[in-house]
């Protein structure tokens, strides 16, 4: 264990040098994994900010410091390739606005069955937003989240090359990739590196300083029926908000169908 921590502190340094952005209503990397068909799942993101950004990105907009964000986001398992979702509420406290609501999201994610077991895995995500404006200033906007990844046992690196759209045009696409290198203890922890970064329009990236970069020291533990993620973020760049807290709990509400017998079996 002393040694696998030292491997996860010196990727952390190491990764301290790429870009990274948290996503401020749901700071994940996925991993493929999908709800069981028939089964209905529930996983609440909440996110504090302690120390963010301090100015109002435009009038009326959410302000990152010493804000609290959070979603609630419902799965549905339809095949063992394809999981349907829905993001609602999702909302947020800021010092200037207070509470709100900041619209909901849809969300359809395919990926390669039974993509926990497998050592390469493969999928996509696509979620469409419907935005207050106190949010975004775009009233839709659409994320597009390829990803690829390897469980090597005990080492997991997976890699979402997530690109965004406010069907402003291709030209504005913004690439805004996650990734993350974990390990897994055979205690059920899982110690992780995560980074979240935000480049810019893929057609010409943003300036250095422009760009916002976080890092994340994360924790995941499996305890009975449920699953808890916790992490640590710090800014790289003026850009990027300076310290941000994650914790994700989630848990599936009713057990899979078992499929029916044949004739002549119990």
Do not use: C, I, M
């Given at each position: 264990m002393r040694r696998a921590a030292i491997i996860f502190f010196t990727l952390t340094w190491v990764l301290s040098a790429a870009a990274a952005r948290a996503q401020t209503d749901e700071i994940q990397v996925y991993d493929?994994?999908?709800?069981?068909?028939?089964?209905?799942?529930?996983?609440w993101h909440n996110n504090v900010i302690p120390m963010g950004q301090t100015a109002q990105p435009y009038?009326?907009?959410?302000?990152?410091?010493r804000s609290f964000n959070g979603v609630a986001e419902w799965a549905l398992g339809v095949t063992n390739w394809?999981?349907?979702?829905?993001?609602?509420p999702l909302y947020?406290?800021?010092?200037?606005?207070?509470w709100g609501i900041n619209?909901?999201?849809?969300?359809?994610?395919?990926?390669?069955?039974?993509?926990?077991?497998?050592?390469f895995f493969y999928g996509a995500n696509f979620e469409f937003s419907v935005n207050a404006r106190r949010w975004d200033p775009t009233r839709f906007t659409s994320e597009v989240r390829p990803m690829v990844g390897w469980h090597l046992k005990p080492w997991d690196i997976i890699i979402n090359p997530i690109v965004d759209t406010a069907y402003d045009g291709l030209k504005n696409l913004e690439f805004v990739p996650a990734s993350r290198i974990a390990y897994n203890f055979s205690s059920g922890w899982s110690l992780a590196a995560e980074e979240y970064d935000d480049f810019g329009p893929l057609h010409h990236f943003?300036?250095?300083?422009?760009q916002a970069h976080q890092?994340?020291?994360?924790?995941?533990?499996?305890?009975?029926d449920w699953d808890f993620e916790a992490g640590v973020g710090v800014g790289l760049t003026e850009a990027s908000d300076r310290l941000t807290l994650k914790l994700i709990v989630s848990r599936d509400l009713n057990k899979p169908?078992?499929?029916s017998p044949l004739p002549g079996q119990p």
């Open positions: 493929g994994g999908l709800a069981p068909v028939g089964v209905f799942n529930l996983t009038p009326g907009a959410v302000v990152a410091d394809f999981e349907a979702g829905l993001y609602l947020s406290h800021d010092k200037n606005e207070g619209g909901f999201k849809l969300r359809a994610l395919f990926a390669v069955p039974h993509a926990d077991d497998r050592r943003a300036a250095a300083a422009e890092l994340y020291g994360v924790v995941d533990r499996t305890w009975k169908r078992r499929p």
